[in-house]
């Protein structure tokens, strides 16, 4: 029998340590060892019990969960998961800083029993636990390639538009892809992420701080344009349309595709019937399958597919899930892919 998943809960709030002990302690694989109050009594424990895992609040007194983060990956790295409130942009964006301190994720604070999406919640936080909890966090990151991948595409390709999908793990990887294109690069970028709804603009806003490029929730039928990064707004799946110039993003509200709206199957999928030969696709770290078809379809296209390699990715599911179906052309450590893409898209 396996043994389960030590957990260490770091919140001030009684009833919000209560309620998240309780979800925890319906699955038999997952143990609470303790409950810390702020952020230098997670130290403290984390360093006394080492959990597998924490769950970290980010407003505790004394010492914020930003903090403790940075502090515990820096004295004895843990995996780490933020579940907090999003009241407002400001307050989600101040989460986000705790992917920059080593935190691998952010999860919304369940509401209760009583709120319509309680089950779905404490299902997607039990699942994280058992996906994060054997992380390695000292060592997911290399600083050289260390996969074999296929030649370059050809330059004179002449691509018209990049897109990209993450899940778990994504922030991190699209602020160091972002951060390392100019303000001169020549594409527009279109993003499907998984993230918790209500925390996309605090996501956005994080990351602008961190790129030339501006970044903004794409509209219906709005014009993509290079050097523009637009990213799936909640509950909506973003498609990409070929205009008569630039192409058109295209915001449908259908059925979640394998429980994800946005899909990055869907915007993918879009893409290699729009741009065929005139796309690039990539996708990152992250739980699940999501964006593998999709993917193929662009690859088929011939448009250009590309993974994050396994070494880099928090969760190797999405892109492992591409690679098994062949439809990645060439696999990238993280560190790598906007020397990448800006020497393709030249």
Known sequence: MNKPIKVLIADDSKVSTQLLAAILEEASDIQVIATARDGIEAIQLTKQLKPDLITMDIFMPNMDGIDATRTIMAECPTPIIIISSQYN????????????????????????????????????????????????????????PLDS?????????????????????????????????SSDFNLPIVITQHITKGFLEGLISWLQHQTPLKLEIAKHRQLLKPGHVYFAPDDFHLTVARGLVEPIAILEDSMPINHFKPSANVLF???AESYPNKAIGGILTG????????????????????????????VFGMPGAAVEMQAINKIIDLEQISKFLAKICK
């Open 269 to 271: 999928t879009s893409i």
């Open 89 to 144: 942009k400001t307050m989600a964006e101040n989460s986000f800083n705790a992917l920059e301190a080593g935190a691998l994720s952010i999860i919304e604070k369940p509401k209760g029993p009583a709120a319509n999406d309680f089950a779905e919640a404490k299902k997607f936080i039990l699942h994280s636990i058992r996906a994060l909890a054997g992380v390695p966090v000292v060592t997911r990151k290399r600083t050289k």
């Open 287 to 314: 739980m699940g399958r999501d964006g593998a078809e999709g993917l193929l379809l662009m690859k088929k296209s011939g448009c250009y597919t590309f993974a994050q390699s396994k070494s880099t990715s928090v």
């Open 149 to 181: 991948s296929p030649p370059e595409p050809n330059i004179e390709q002449n691509f018209k538009i990049l897109a990209l999908g993450s899940s778990t793990g994504g922030p991190a990887a699209l602020s160091c892809i972002l951060q390392g294109l």
